[in-house]
């Protein structure tokens, strides 16, 4: 079978980390490639992009594990009531709805996996059921492997997944917490567990057969890994080592299979009620390092002390980390979103009838213009479902000030408590002054000083401005400006203010008592200007001119 250029690459560099001495001539003609490619392996673990699409893989991949298992029971079943090809394409067609598949292609298929199979099954009864203790040698091996965990993330009970690295000589384990098991989760968790151990295993990593590495399962160990994860173990220098499948496996990383439920019930329990999966993640790093002074059941020393022995005998880290975001470019459709992964996300509305870059990570997803952060998102996990920013609809909504109250994007900042009561409040006594349409307008500018000024300062503003009776956004600007200079101090009053009963209701809203009001001062108020006690002006001169015009017509 020939490699892969991704697969390929590993393999030369791994060879040449192995014997700094062989040069890329020998390379060459062991790998019955050019130099130049042996050359740009060397050069960089991530091989370009070849122009040409990759081939179409088999149409039989969605049911191989069906007629495989429909091969496995002919092996226990009588001589001559096994399975033919007519009757497992029948079987594929009623039981599972498959009906691609030609008989030649089914046989064909058939033909080449039932002699696998059988020597399979022939060398498995060989052995007897059982397990040999190993000794684990510092800094070779590790283990890695997701485990289910339920939270309260931001108020709502959601189950995501605790991916866990655990180094099998010292037990030195690292977690991480992410919303769902996906190849980026994967990526990401093995960068941050390099990061914290400062360094990578330098025999192996043992493997169950997760989907985000490997997208088929061979004959024997052999696997057919996805690219992108090709491309990142080639990054750090990890070789994987894939236990066998199913239960009987599970035995070959018995330690991280038991690193990962002991956690979860030592650290997980009750489950953890947080705001972020970045908080939760900062406190799962806390507990590690607090963990360093278990001592494992069994071993004299501590987790601490064995990894420090461990430590220096880890390969160093690249110089450069690896981009583990997805890369992406939708379309933003008229609604102001994109669709990624069959889940809506909002963006700046200028982009509207462009395309965006988009970067899809484990917890999160970022919108880019060039190189610039224009949005940024929580990583959504159902399907149809949808995350909006209220800012994003502000040029919009100028133009439409009506569709801000049935607004989805409002809905989710109120859920979030970005939209906070003192909104609320100019909001209705922006209306109550100056109309629906007007009073919606001055709310939206008051919305798009957050681009420019800290939060907590234009509520701070809006509540100082609703002290002294007025819903004016300009007054806003002013007084989030002297907060922000000079935050939590206000101005006393000059003279007092005339009660409005739509003010007081607004200020009940906040929970301000009426007492408590600010000195702002109003763009509105104007001066007398002093009276004028000069004379009029004479207007002598002017007759005299008119008198000389007269004259010169009669005389012409």
């Known amino acids: 079978m020939a490699l892969s250029r991704e697969l390929l690459f590993e393999r030369i560099r791994r060879d040449r980390r192995a014997d700094p001495s062989v040069s890329g001539r020998q390379l060459a003609l062991r790998y019955r490639v050019s130099r130049n490619t042996v050359a740009e392996a060397l050069r960089t673990p991530v091989p370009p992009e070849r ?25 226990e079943a009588p001589r001559k009531q096994r399975h033919t090809i007519e009757r497992i394409k029948v079987r594929l067609a009623v039981e599972h709805g498959f009906e691609l598949a030609s008989y030649s292609t089914i046989r064909d298929y058939v033909h080449d996996r039932r002699p696998q199979l059988t020597a399979l099954a022939k060398e498995s009864r060989r052995h007897l059921e059982g397990t040999v203790p190993q000794e684990k040698q510092p800094g070779q091996e590790a283990e890695v492997d997701f485990a289910d965990v339920w939270l309260d993330l931001a108020g709502e009970r959601v189950k995501c997944v605790l991916f866990t690295l655990r180094l099998s000589y010292s037990g030195k384990a690292v977690h991480r917490v992410y919303a769902t098991a996906s ?13 914290t151990l400062g360094g990578v295993p330098a025999r192996h990593i043992r493997y169950d057969n997760l989907r985000p590495a490997v997208r088929q399962v061979c004959f024997g160990r052999d696997r057919n890994e996805s690219t992108r994860w090709v491309s990142f173990r080639s990054w750090y220098g990890v070789t994987p080592f ?7 496996g599970a035995h070959e990383k018995g330690g991280v299979e038991h690193e990962g439920g002991r956690f979860r019930r030592t650290h997980l329990v009750p489950p953890p ?53 997805l890369d992406l470019t939708p379309t933003v459709h008229r609604n102001g979103r994109i669709t990624v992964r069959q889940c809506y996300y909002s963006v700046p509305a200028r982009f509207i009838g462009g395309t965006v870059r988009v970067s899809l990570r484990a917890n999160e997803l970022l919108v880019f213009d060039g190189r610039h952060v224009v949005a940024k998102h929580p990583r959504l996990t159902r399907r149809y479902t949808y995350h909006d920013i209220l800012d994003h609809y502000l040029e919009v909504l100028l133009v439409k000030p009506g ?49 420019q000024l800290p939060a907590d300062a234009v509520v701070a503003g809006m509540e100082a401005v609703l002290r002294t009776g007025s819903c004016s956004a300009e007054l806003v600007a002013i007084e989030a400006r002297k907060a922000q200079e000079t935050p939590g101090v206000l101005q006393e009053p000059a003279e007092p203010v005339t009660e409005d009963p739509v003010q007081a209701e607004a200020l009940a809203r906040l929970g301000l008592a009426p007492e408590a009001r600010g000195n702002v001062i109003s763009l509105h108020a104007r001066r007398p200007l002093p009276a004028d006690t000069r004379p009029l002006p004479s207007l002598s001169k002017y007759d005299r001119l008119l008198k000389r015009r007269s004259t010169e017509e009669g005389t012409a």
Not at 51 to 74: H, N, T
Not at 273 to 296: C, G, K, S, W
Request: hydrophobic share 45%.
């Open 242 to 248: 894939y236990c066998i499948p199913g239960e009987e």
């Open 183 to 195: 190849q980026q989760a994967f990526l990401e968790g093995h960068a941050a567990a390099f990061e």
């Open 403 to 451: 569709a801000l109250a049935g607004a989805a994007a409002l809905a989710q900042a109120r859920a979030e408590g970005t939209f906070t009561s003192a909104h609320e409040a100019f909001w209705a006594a922006a209306r109550e002054a100056h109309g629906e349409r007007e009073g919606t307008r001055a709310l939206i500018e008051v919305l798009l000083l957050h681009r």
């Open 51 to 75: 122009k040409k699409p990759e081939p179409r893989g088999s149409v039989l991949e969605p049911v191989m594990a069906r007629i495989d298992e429909m091969l496995w029971s002919d092996l």
């Open 273 to 325: 009620q947080v705001a972020t999966l970045a908080e939760l993640n900062e406190m799962l790093a806390e507990i590690d390092q607090l963990e360093d002074d278990r001592h494992i059941q069994g071993r004299p020393t501590s987790i601490g002390f064995d990894f420090e022995a461990e430590r220096p005998l880890l390969n160093p880290l690249p110089a450069d980390a690896y981009d583990c975001g």
